[in-house]
Structure formats: C-alpha cells, structure tokens
C-alpha cells in the first residue's frame, strides 16, 4: 500500500519539500505519496491528528509550527529536545516520534558537499531562532574551536549560550563585540535574507579561506553573501544543500533509505 507523508506549514505553498521527496522516492523505488498540509494558525494540533487519522506515517514541519510539533511528539530525540523544536514527526505504534533533522543537514552539507573542516573551525552563527537553535547541537558534534553567536536581540544570544556551553566553546555577543575577530565559518541563520537585509556585520571577519554560508535558499546573491563576496569570503553558499540534506535524513528516518543528495540540490539550483 502507497504510504503518505506530508510537510505542514503555514504558508506552505513555498515548499520544496514535496518535489524533494517525489525525487527521493522516485530514485529509490520506494512506494510513498508526499503532500503539501496548510494548517490554520491556531489549527495545528487538530491537522496533525487529521493526518495521522488518515494513516500519515510522517510529517515535515515548516514555520510556525516546529515548537508545536516539539510539544505534540510523545517522544524525542536528544537533538530535537535540546533544539525545542521538531522539524520531523514519525507515527508508529501509536507513538510520534519527533527529531530535528536541519542540523545534520547544514552539517553535511557543509563538510561533505562542500568540504569545510567544522572541527578545526571558528564558527560565526548569526541568529538565535529557531535555525539556529536547531544546528546548534549539531555543530558542536564534535567540537569547533570556537562557536561565536551574535544576535540582534542580545539576551537570546546568551540564552543559547547558556543552554549549549556544556557540550564546547560557545560564546553569545552582540554584532559590535565582533569587530577585530576572523571566523573560518559565517552561518547567517537569521531571517534578514528574506527581507533583503543584512545583520549589522564588521568588516574583515572572513579569515583567509572562509566559508560564508546563508541558509536562506532560492534567493540569489542575498545582501549577506554578497557583502561576504567583496570583503573577501573564499567560498559563498546558499541553503539548497541544507535544505535537500535535511530532507535525505527525514527520508532516511521514515524508510531507513538514504538518497542520493547530489542530483536533486543541482536540480533545485538549477531551477533558481
Ligand atoms: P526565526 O524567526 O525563528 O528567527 C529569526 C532570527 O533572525 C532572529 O534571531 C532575529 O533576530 C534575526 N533577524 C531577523 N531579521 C534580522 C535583521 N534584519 N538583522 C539581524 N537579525 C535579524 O527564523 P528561523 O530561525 O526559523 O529561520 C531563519 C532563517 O533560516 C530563514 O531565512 C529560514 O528560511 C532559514 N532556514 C533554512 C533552512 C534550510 O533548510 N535551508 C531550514 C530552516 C531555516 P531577533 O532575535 O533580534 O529578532
């Protein structure tokens, strides 16, 4: 029987996911169906078990919904409960199963398909919403030398900290505290790409051979990596492969296949 997945949202018609996962199932035989859920604002709870009712096996969750999939799950992995914050749900056995896949997939894409050493790197994390809860964890697996996070809102920077300065060097500031630092890795995790913005960055922060990583995706040269372009950045990236990467460990979660990653981000970047 044909399984069915969905990704749940609001709005959602934005979503790659369905076109990712149509290609995932496509290229490894697996015998799913994939939809695009959008629940009322106030609807979530009610969309989920709707879907459920209807034998769903899984969902994807989009904004604004991860922290009300992270308190639906009945149970959860270590990295959703440290991120608080679901972007996977599962349903099997009449339990639902919640993890955070975006973490692994900014990590895999950063070392595996663009080959930065996370380990030997002082990371510069922009943000401190949920992305940037959401790869934290997974970043400091192993270590860095150094994770630096900066945030508009000062206080949520350190709360971050507070909550992640056990497992390496994580250290919250504010933008103007930068100045005078290099970083290996610029993560922009903050939202501003999408309103055409850049968080308020000093110049000469890109160490030689940096990476300059903006996790919006489909947007182009965004204010941020082009503003890491002329102040020297070695490799610039957007969140396609992040977001095919993501997707992949999803997939892998609920049929225990992994994909391949590789044609389908060239696919979504060739689309533009
Ligand atoms: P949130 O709304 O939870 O957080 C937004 C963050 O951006 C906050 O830290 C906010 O600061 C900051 N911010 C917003 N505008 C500005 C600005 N002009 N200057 C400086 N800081 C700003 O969003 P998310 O964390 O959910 O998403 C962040 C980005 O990550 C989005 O672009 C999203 O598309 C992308 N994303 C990509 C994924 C992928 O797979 N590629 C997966 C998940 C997210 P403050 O706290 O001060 O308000």
């Given amino acids: 029987m044909t399984d069915l997945y969905a990704v749940i949202g609001n709005p959602v018609s934005h979503s790659k996911s369905p076109l990712i996962h149509a290609e995932f199932a496509r290229q490894t035989g697996q015998d799913l169906r994939y939809e695009a859920i959008l629940a009322p604002l106030d609807g979530f709870r009610e969309a989920v078990w709707k879907f459920e009712q209807q034998r769903g096996k899984g969902l994807n969750v989009t904004i604004p919904f991860k922290h009300d999939a992270w308190l639906e799950a009945t149970k959860r992995t270590e990295r959703a409960e440290l991120a ?77 900290e507070s909550r992640f300065k056990s497992y390496g060097s994580v250290m919250a500031c504010a933008y103007p505290d930068i100045a005078g630092k290099q970083f290996d890795i610029v993560i922009n995790a903050t939202s501003s790409s999408l309103f055409d913005e850049i968080p308020p960055l000093p110049p000469g922060i890109f160490a030689p051979g940096a ?53 389908v981000i060239k696919m979504l970047k060739d689309e533009g």
């Fill in 211 to 263: 990476l300059a990583y903006d996790m919006v995706y489909g947007k182009g040269l965004t204010p941020f990596l082009r503003f890491a372009k002329e102040q020297g950045a070695a490799k610039l990236a957007d969140g396609t492969g992040m977001l095919v990467e993501q997707a992949a460990e999803s997939f892998f979660l609920w049929r225990g296949v992994r994909p391949e990653t590789a044609p």
């Fill in 84 to 160: 608080q914050a679901v972007n996977t749900l599962k349903f099997e056995d009449g339990e639902v199963l919640g993890d955070n896949t975006d973490g692994a997939g900014l990590v895999q894409d950063i070392k595996q398909n663009l080959r930065f050493s996370l380990r030997s790197g002082r990371i510069l994390l922009m943000g401190a919403g949920g992305a940037a809860h959401s790869v934290m964890m997974s970043l400091l697996e192993p270590p860095p030398l150094s994770i630096t996070i900066a945030n508009r809102t000062v206080e949520k920077a350190f709360l971050l």
